[in-house]
């Protein structure tokens, strides 16, 4: 393909032509030029009198406005051939930087470093300016980041839709130890890379009631509804890697319609005067409301049916061309439900068909059918959402509606086929009966999809065997497992150059498409001079890392130590209490004297985590995690020889330099609870050897990269099971293992709380008499393997090896080969060349 593409097709449509766009930059000279003028135009100032911000803006958009002739052509192209497109539907983005990311895709990097230089400018300052966007949380949306990315690579035509939130998840600081979470307010200096177009905005309604009404002697039903809000689209252009194509993410803000009332505002009651807005606003304030209050969960709801609906109109007003055929949707789109979060579009959609475009139900639900698909991102039961009836026939009350007739229906066809068995309808229905009356949008989406992915072997198998057995056996054929992947090019080319380039220098530069040409790497293991330039890759990226600590958190990471890294979602089942337990039993047997703190391996353990504003019991872990930290850190009895780090707010950003430095990946979730995991696949890929269970893909890296590269332990998904059928009693497990008993006590004792044996009470209690995710069961099967790990990393050069071979035989990893699954699977949509 070639490196500019005009923005205009040599005979366009009137209605596609589009107007000239600027010959975008493609040497240093020109680069200057535009950098400058947009300096001057668009800043309104001088170099000599811009801010810091104002270059790093002024950088970003003459990098912008290098993609947006490709964009602008690749949205004509894509409305004129009318191929079949991907509309991927996600709550959350977590992208990351994005200076980068599109330097590296565009080429650009050596022009864009020279040409600031030639202004007298370092890029280096500019780039550690640029806020990461608020937009996800963690493995879910990092994951969606990925896919777009691979989509666009592989010039497959698609839209991500989603949510501007205004401050996101929230920006995580410690008190004392403690979580206390702030806005992450990344838009105070605005966003170079988004586009808004008001003039688009989709009106969303909520509220109100249904009625049915004759026409033509049939009867129809209408919502009448109670209220609404405006939906305003922000576009963000997604870069394809050296291929010219870019496509589009498009995220959704909530405005009021009726923003402000003058005659309010005048009679001095300004509050009320400007209610309407800050109602409406709520909707894309901030990522995942806390939901434990019914306020929370409306608007949840809220937010969720806002994007959906907004999205669906957006895509058949303007994706299609005018007059287009309805029944033939199949053949043109596919939306991809990214978990339970956008599945009320299911009734959406269906609403649109019947209610507005006057199809029949039979017809709609038909195409419906073959619109969606949804991948399944959980094995915990209270992880796959359910609303309650009276909330959603309280807020969108012709949805409940579609909602009860799909039921009826699915129903119906169960028992034609399986007869009244009334324990298999209840258990197949839609609406749940109790605790309260409510609907199970999984099963929800699983009845309207074309097909269902779990995101691993494991996952897979257990989500037809063991979530959704009843559905499996009725609908053989519809599941499917789609392994997820990472993006090479943000977690190998631009979070680790160093192996990047010694991968370039060994392979050749056709890897960054193509990661199964790692496999190349085998050889070069047994290569002594390979093996030490790697060692030094690495040694490299640690000083970065603990410059970067040092500076952000005011870490000293001591050197020659193990970086063993924990860094994902807080949760009870991926278990960061059984790291804390190792790393209390390393340190008691150093205190207590039966190890000497001279004979113990170095090692820097390194937390990040957020846990949800209303989960108490991780917010007490990460408390802990910090206590513990303070205790062993300044203990002269331990020598340094164990540090714990936990800096805050772990984002993309940090995940960037904590990865390419780590040495051990932890990924020591309780088998069958972790649907995949993408966090492990990016520490092998980046030469960290796992310590993990067999959970989630750590089942395929370990098949795929060996035993004897895998540090394995604790029991397999049926031992779990069998353990919990014959009744787990974790105390009997503390009373049998003295080392465990030992770490137990010293928590229980005060020795990490300034003496109150009060504050971690809880979570001792936890441990000791429910321990639901079994972290007593497996802790001596962890120690064990520890001790393994200690054993293999005093063999430098051995563990350099197996570091080697995890990331040659780790290419099956990349979100690349996880799109193409999609496309022959599930999607059918091949790329537009």
């Not at 939901?291 to 929370?296: H, I, L, M, R, V």
């Not at 890897?511 to 030094?536: K, Y």
């Not at 051995?798 to 080697?804: D, L, Q």
Request: proline residues 5%; hydrophobic residues 40%.
């Amino acid at each position: 393909m070639p490196d500019q593409i005009s923005p205009v097709s040599s005979k366009p449509s009137h209605a596609l032509a589009l107007a000239p766009v600027p010959t975008p930059p493609s040497t240093v000279d020109g680069f200057v030029k535009q950098f400058l003028e947009n300096l001057n135009l668009e800043r309104g100032v001088t170099l000599s009198t811009a801010s810091p911000n104002d270059r790093y803006i002024a950088l970003a958009t003459t990098v912008r406005d290098f993609l947006v002739a490709r964009w602008l052509e690749d949205i004509r192209r894509q409305k004129e051939a009318q191929a079949k497109g991907v509309c991927y539907l996600s709550a959350e983005y977590l992208l990351g930087r994005q200076l980068d990311n599109n330097l590296l895709a565009t080429r650009l990097t050596d022009i864009a470093t020279e040409a600031l230089a030639a202004c007298g400018i370092d890029i280096d300052e500019l780039r550690a300016l640029e806020v990461e966007p608020g937009l996800g949380n963690g493995g879910l949306g990092r994951l969606a980041a990925c896919f777009i990315d691979s989509l666009a690579t592989m010039s497959v035509p698609s839209i991500g839709y989603g949510i501007r939130y205004e401050y996101g998840i929230f920006r995580q600081t410690f008190v004392d130890g403690q979580q206390v979470e702030q806005p992450d307010a990344w838009l105070t200096l605005g966003s170079p890379w988004e586009f808004a177009h008001p003039e688009a905005a989709q009106t969303i309604s909520f509220g109100g009631y249904t009625e049915t009404f004759d026409e033509g002697g049939v009867t129809r039903s209408r919502w009448v509804p109670g209220w609404n809000v405006q939906a305003v689209p922000y576009n963000y252009m997604v870069s394809g890697y050296h291929n010219g194509r870019v496509n589009t993410l498009r995220l959704w803000r909530a405005v009021a319609t009726d923003a402000f009332d003058l005659r309010i505002f005048n009679s001095g009651d300004y509050e009320k005067a400007v209610r309407a807005q800050t109602y409406a606003e709520n909707i894309s304030k901030v990522l995942y409301p806390e939901d434990s209050t019914p306020q929370g969960k409306e608007l949840r709801l809220q937010q969720q049916y806002f994007f959906v609906a907004a999205s669906i109109r957006d895509f058949l007003d303007h994706m299609l061309t005018p007059g287009f055929d309805l029944s033939k949707l199949p053949d043109r789109v596919i939306f991809q439900l990214n978990d339970t979060h956008p599945v009320i579009a299911v009734p959406e959609f269906m609403r649109v068909l019947v209610d507005e475009e006057h199809m029949e139900w039979d017809a709609a639900w038909e195409i419906t059918q073959q619109c969606f698909a949804y991948t399944c991102h959980t094995l915990l039961p209270e992880a796959l959402e359910v609303w309650s009836v009276e909330l959603l026939g309280r807020l969108l009350p012709r949805h409940l509606e579609i909602i009860y007739r799909i039921n009826d229906e699915f129903l119906a066809a169960v028992r034609e086929r399986f007869g009244d068995d009334e324990m298999r309808i209840r258990n197949m229905s839609i609406i749940a009966e109790s605790p309260e009356r409510s609907v199970r949008m999984a099963y929800l989406a699983t009845v309207a999809g074309a097909k269902v992915n779990g995101v691993a072997e494991l996952h897979s198998q257990l989500l037809r065997e063991k979530v959704l057995p009843d559905f499996d056996e009725f609908y053989p054929g519809k599941f499917t497992n789609v392994t997820n992947g990472v993006t090479p090019r943000r977690f190998l080319r631009l979070a680790n150059p160093g192996l990047a380039g010694l991968i370039t220098d060994a392979l050749g530069a056709g890897w960054t498409v193509d990661l199964e040409r790692l496999r190349g790497l085998e050889s070069f293991a047994e290569d002594p001079e390979f093996r030490a330039r790697f060692a030094e890759v690495k040694a490299a990226n640690k000083r970065v890392l603990s410059d970067v600590l040092r500076a952000r958190d005011g870490f000293e990471v001591s050197d020659g130590h193990m970086l063993d890294v924990m860094v994902k979602r807080l949760h009870e089942y991926k278990r960061q209490m059984l790291k804390v337990l190792h790393i209390v039993t390393s340190y008691e047997r150093i205190v207590s004297g039966r190890v000497r703190a001279e004979d113990v391996q170095g090692r820097a353990f390194i937390f990040g985590a957020k846990a949800a504003p209303g989960y108490v019991m991780a917010k007490r872990i990460i408390h802990l995690i910090n206590a513990v930290g303070e205790v062993v850190n300044n203990d002269p009895r331990v020598e340094g020889r164990l540090q714990v780090l936990f800096p805050p707010n772990y984002n993309v950003t940090l995940a960037e330099r904590v990865i390419p430095a780590a040495d051990l990946s932890e990924q020591i979730s309780l088998a069958g609870k972790e649907a995949s995991g993408t966090g492990n696949m990016k520490f092998a890929l980046n030469g960290a050897l796992t310590i993990g269970t067999d959970d989630g893909a750590n089942v395929e890296i370990r098949e795929l990269v060996g035993d004897d590269n895998f540090f394995l332990f604790g029991m397999t998904e049926p031992e779990v099971e069998e353990l919990w059928t014959r009744g787990y009693k974790p105390a009997e497990f503390y009373q049998q293992d003295e080392d465990l008993r030992r770490a137990i006590d010293l928590i229980a004792s005060g020795a990490f709380s300034n003496g109150d044996r009060t504050v971690f009470e809880p979570i001792v209690s936890n441990l000791l008499y429910d321990d639901r995710f079994m972290v007593l069961a497996d802790y001596a099967s962890y120690i064990r393997a520890q001790d393994r790990v200690d054993a293999a990393y005093a063999d430098q050069d051995a563990w350099t090896k197996a570091a080697i071979l995890n990331i040659a035989r780790c290419g099956f990893f990349s979100s690349d080969r996880s799109i193409r699954d999609y496309i022959d699977r599930i999607w059918h949509t091949p790329p537009m060349l």
